[in-house]
C-alpha cells in the first residue's frame, strides 16, 4: 500500500523557473491537501480540494496554482519561482468524514537560487 | 499570532529516561488535537488523536493529555529510545472543519 507519493523528493530551481510537484495517493481519498513547511514554522495550508474539479486557497496560496482533474492526482504548479519558494512542500491526504485523518507524503525539498 | 504554541522548540534526553512536551492552543470552537512524529527527511505520522471529551491516549510509549478547559496538551514519551529523535507536532482542529493548524513542533534527540 503505497499511500502518497510525491515526486520529486529534491530539486533545485533557476528564479523564474517553472515546475509541477506531483502528488498521487492511493487510498480513495476524496480530500487532497499542499502544505509547505519552513524551519521553525508550522505547516501552512497552500491550496486543498475536496474532490476531482474542486480546488479552493488555503493560507498561503500566491505563486502557487493547482488542478485536480482525478481523484489520486493534484500537483502543484510554480509558475515563476522566486527565493521565497525555497521550502518543503508536502501533499496529504484525507478521507471527507471526520475527523479527517491526514496521511502525508514523504515531502519534496525545493531549492530557488 | 500563531494558534498553536509548542515548547519547548528543543530538547535533548539521554536514552532510556523520559520527556514531556507542551502544546498550547487557542484554537475555538475546537474539535480535536492531534500529536505527528516527523523523522527527518520524512513526512508527519500521526501518534495519537483525542476529541474534547478524552483527557489521555496511549500509543505505545507515548502518552497524550488533554485539558480542553484550559486549552493546553502533553505529551509523554517513556523510556525514550534513539529512534525517538524526531520532531513532534500539535495539530488543533476547529469544529466541523477539515483543515488544521499545526504547531512548529518541538524537536526531540536522543542520545545513547
Known amino acids: 500500500n503505497a499511500g502518497v507519493t510525491q515526486t520529486p523528493k529534491f530539486r533545485i530551481l533557476k528564479i523564474g523557473q517553472s515546475m509541477t510537484l506531483q502528488c498521487t495517493q492511493d487510498?480513495?481519498?476524496?480530500?487532497m491537501y499542499w502544505y509547505r513547511q519552513d524551519p521553525g514554522m508550522g505547516l501552512k495550508l497552500i491550496y486543498y480540494s475536496v474532490g476531482a474539479g474542486i480546488t479552493d486557497k488555503g493560507e498561503v496560496p500566491n505563486g502557487y496554482n493547482v488542478s485536480r482533474s482525478t481523484t489520486e492526482d493534484f500537483p502543484l504548479r510554480l509558475e515563476l519561482a522566486a527565493p521565497s519558494q525555497t521550502s518543503v512542500y508536502f501533499c496529504?491526504?484525507?478521507?471527507?468524514?471526520?475527523?479527517?485523518?491526514?496521511?502525508f507524503g514523504p515531502g519534496t525539498r525545493l531549492t530557488v537560487t | 499570532k500563531n494558534q498553536v504554541e509548542q515548547s519547548p522548540q528543543s530538547l535533548i534526553i539521554l536514552e532510556g529516561k523520559n520527556c514531556t512536551l507542551q502544546c498550547n492552543y487557542t484554537v475555538s470552537p475546537f474539535s480535536n488535537l492531534r500529536w505527528y512524529k516527523q523523522d527527518t527527511g520524512r513526512g508527519p505520522v500521526s501518534l495519537t488523536i483525542?476529541?474534547?471529551?478524552?483527557n489521555t491516549k496511549s500509543n505505545g510509549r507515548y502518552t497524550a493529555t488533554l485539558d480542553a478547559d484550559t486549552k493546553q496538551s502533553s505529551l509523554h514519551i517513556t523510556a525514550s529510545q534513539l529512534s525517538d529523535s524526531a520532531s513532534y507536532i500539535c495539530v488543533v482542529s476547529k469544529a466541523n472543519d477539515y483543515k488544521l493548524s499545526f504547531g512548529a513542533g518541538t524537536t526531540v534527540t536522543v542520545r545513547a
Open positions: 487510498m480513495n481519498h476524496n480530500y
Open positions: 496529504a491526504s484525507s478521507p471527507s468524514t471526520g475527523p479527517y485523518e491526514q496521511y
Open positions: 483525542m476529541t474534547f471529551s478524552e
